[in-house]
């Protein structure tokens, strides 16, 4: 995929080369006009989104080409043969045949983007299905996970971001979110925050030399909101991952729900190196990690106010494989093997296949060291005894495996 993203980026720099080189030239042919105004604001577009920073201003206008780009691309399609043609008509086949060649390097970009979308989305539907395996009570600020958990989902949060934040003594990005993947993973659950940092973690393993970049979104009203995509944000080819929903799916910068993300809002990142950030981690504290109480408080859903809002959705947008693209997670998609993958969709032509790694090692040993940890109520470590009309299950006890329903989109976080 990286090779993938290489050629893409120089087939859409020798498009716009080609397009300044015409306006340079300052032709005068019926409709060359047209394609210019076009073709100067899909370009427009691409550099806005390779732009570290932008002003409210470039926002707006971001905004206004995205939800025209699919217009201005069948635009660009449908004004070349008329080009063409006019140009045979004048005798110039020198800038006939230009056109003409232009026609099928425009045409390979969007296949091109189509292609490393769906071996990102691919890799991104496993990495998905990881976390959720990963964090199986979820979320203390969804009402579907908290009621799936029997109430304890937001106390186990707490508790993971206290123990999460004492375990934090380096400052490093990539050492500060594996910790908090990694103690998420041992307690079980976490918000999106941790969820997003699990995915991540995930992606520089399975993934090195691809571009991860883990962003937290806000709105200036307290409302925040934390994804990772394979690949810079804002593109088209780009997989955006969000295990946080309830049904959670792999989309594209159209059929996400959050709008430009801006540098600011990018806390990590980086290219993968194949390491296993998370058993890096666990080696380092494992043996300061608590007990995990058997039981913890219950929080009544019945009478309190928890909120819950819908980020990921289906969409029918341009190159968004909405077919495949289901809320309702499909049967098939989730249970693709890393080595399948790899077979699939090459990382890099430089990466031997049989140097990919496999399954992670950290996963198994954070999941035992939980098992092994989890502590009888009262029992020394267990941190207090919850009153008996506030116990919940053993976590063993509770069912994760229940098909999940859907719920309506809940304004909030």
């Known amino acids: 995929m990286v090779a993938m993203q290489s050629r893409l980026d120089s087939t859409r720099e020798d498009f716009f080369a080609f397009c300044r080189s015409l306006r340079g030239a300052q032709f005068e042919i019926k409709g060359i006009h047209d394609f210019f105004r076009v073709s100067e604001e899909l370009e427009a577009l691409d550099r806005v989104r390779r732009m570290s920073n932008i002003s409210e201003s470039d926002f707006h206008i971001f905004q206004k080409l995205q939800a025209e780009e699919p217009h201005l691309k069948s635009e660009v399609i449908r004004l070349i043969p008329g080009l063409v043609e006019v140009a045979e008509r004048q005798g110039n086949g020198q800038l006939s045949s230009r056109f003409a060649g232009s026609l099928d390097v425009f045409k390979s970009i969007a296949a091109q983007e189509a292609s490393l979308y769906r071996a990102r989305r691919d890799w991104g539907r496993l990495i998905l299905e990881s976390t959720k395996n990963a964090l199986p009570i979820g979320s203390g600020n969804q009402i579907f996970d908290i009621a799936k958990s029997d109430g304890q989902s937001p106390y186990r949060v707490q508790e993971m971001r206290r123990v999460g934040d004492a375990c934090v003594k380096r400052l490093d990005h990539a050492w500060r979110h594996a910790v908090r993947a990694t103690v998420a993973e041992y307690y079980g659950a976490g918000n999106c925050g941790e ?86 981690v666990l080696k380092a504290i494992s043996k300061i990690l608590p007990k995990i109480p058997q039981e913890y408080p219950r929080v009544d859903i019945e009478n309190k106010s928890v909120k819950a809002m819908w980020i990921t959705r289906t969409t029918d947008g341009y190159n968004s494989d909405s077919d495949s693209d289901s809320n309702r997670r499909p049967d098939r998609g989730f249970t693709i093997s890393p080595s399948g993958l790899a077979q699939r969709y090459p990382i890099s032509d430089a990466l031997p296949q049989d140097t990919r790694p496999g399954p992670s090692a950290s996963s ?22 919850a009153p008996r009309e506030m116990r919940v299950p053993h976590e063993a006890a509770i069912d994760h495996s229940r098909p999940r329903q859907p719920n309506a989109p809940r304004p909030g976080i």
């Open 195 to 280: 969820q997003a940092a699990w995915a991540a973690t995930e992606i520089n393993r399975l993934l090195p030399g691809e571009k991860l970049a883990m962003s937290n979104w806000a709105d200036g009203k307290g409302n925040e909101h934390s994804y990772v995509t394979i690949g810079l944000p804002n593109f088209p080819e780009t997989a955006y991952i969000d295990a946080w929903p309830e049904n959670a799916s792999v989309t594209n910068c159209f059929g996400y729900g959050l709008p430009y993300t801006r540098e600011t809002s990018i806390i990590w990142e980086r290219e993968g190196n194949g390491k296993d950030l998370r058993a890096e």
């Open 364 to 385: 198994q040993a954070t999941l035992t060291a939980r098992a092994a940890r989890i502590a009888m109520p009262g029992q020394a470590g267990s941190g207090y005894t």
